[in-house]
């Protein structure tokens, strides 16, 4: 047979919240490519067969972070997963875990929207520099030491990942205490102390037991539950630095 | 603000646990385990007096102490934890209770019969 024969089943979540007490599933026949990524499967159904699901894209390269979702119960983006992954067998699309959805596969953001923001996702300069003084500079060493954990692209897999979040949604959560450490292991940095506020906290890296499973659905290798075991031992060390120091550890 | 956890208190005495039961449990159990009775060491390696002796000094004691308390902490609190993993919340307080009390009995109890060595 050629490809062009072959078809593929692709069962999907369809959920809309206004009117289904619950999530249903609803199996599509489409057409396998062993080049079609998952996403593509989708664009066909969306386009061919049923013009009401609904899902996220935007970049189809794995760089925007939008296309994540639940497929055969594993975190996923749907632009770097192929079809050729799973053929013959059935394929299960379902919302991404741990967040309460919107309509059919979009997830509602907005409270990992709001604690990545908690973390200032950005650098806060260390010292005031003017135009004059001309860029910060910085050692391959100081790259080195944040580089990995900058190249998170806000997917939330790892959020539909984490058991902890799963129980416990106010835990800070592996995607924003990975770029939180990003800013924080930043030599031209000066906001640690307000960051480690939230560091320190039960919901900052003592919510995590460490089960380990964020770094392994990670896209982009950005390894989450490194971060938050090295500050762990950044928060284990503040919290006894400040008996000793005078005035209390970077963050009082 | 957040409120800062005290579970570096937790953390640390788990980690130190972990250090010890991954290289120092092993090698006790292989001495007297295993090496002892198959006669590859002497019998005279742990006589009495000798571990009479070890336990009367204070490095001997602390030693000792480390060894049986430490991996207490750590068994502790990996134990909590993974109730939690595994969804079993029912009397979370009562398994706070039991498991780090155990170990903090381990710990006192051992730190009594050693200074009283
Ligand atoms: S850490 Fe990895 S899995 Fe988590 S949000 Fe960032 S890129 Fe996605
Ligand atoms: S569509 Fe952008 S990451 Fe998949």
Known sequence: MTDIEKTIEIEVMRYHPEQDA???????????ASDQSV???????????????????????????????????????????????????????????????????VIDATDFINKLESIKPYIVP??????????????????????????????????????????KPEFTGPGVLALLHR???DSRDGARADRMQIVNAEEGVWGCTLVGYCSEVCPKQVDPAAAVNRNKVNSTL?????????????SG | ?????????????????????????????????IALPLGILPPEALAYDRI???????PGKLFLLAVISLPLWQSAHRIFLSLHDLGIHRGREFCRWLCYGTALLGTLIPLILLIRI
């Open chain 1, 39 to 105: 996403l593509q499967g989708l664009q066909y159904i969306k386009d061919y067969i049923d013009g009401t699901l609904s899902f996220r894209w935007s970049c189809r390269m794995a760089i925007c972070g939008s296309c994540g979702v639940m497929i055969n119960n594993q975190p996923k983006l749907s632009c770097k997963t192929f079809l050729r992954d799973y053929y013959p067998g059935k394929i299960r699309v379902e919302a991404l875990q741990h967040l309460p959805i919107e309509r059919d596969l």
């Open chain 2, 1 to 33: 603000m957040m409120k800062r956890s005290n579970e570096p208190v937790f953390w640390s005495l788990f980690g130190a646990g972990g250090v010890v039961a991954a290289f120092l449990l092993p090698m006790l159990i292989f001495i007297t385990g």
């Open chain 1, 126 to 167: 260390r010292e005031a520099r003017s135009l004059e003084q001309g860029e910060y500079l910085q050692t391959p060493e100081q790259l080195a030491r944040y580089e990995q954990f900058s190249s998170c692209i806000n997917c939330m897999l790892c959020y539909a990942a984490c058991p902890q979040y799963g129980l």
């Open chain 1, 238 to 250: 503040d919290y006894f630095l400040r008996f000793l120091m005078p005035g209390g550890g970077e």
């Open chain 2, 52 to 58: 009479h002796s070890f336990a009367s000094g204070w």
């Open chain 1, 183 to 185: 800013y924080n292991a």
């Open chain 1, 22 to 32: 619950s999530p249903v599933f609803k199996t599509y026949r489409i057409p396998y």
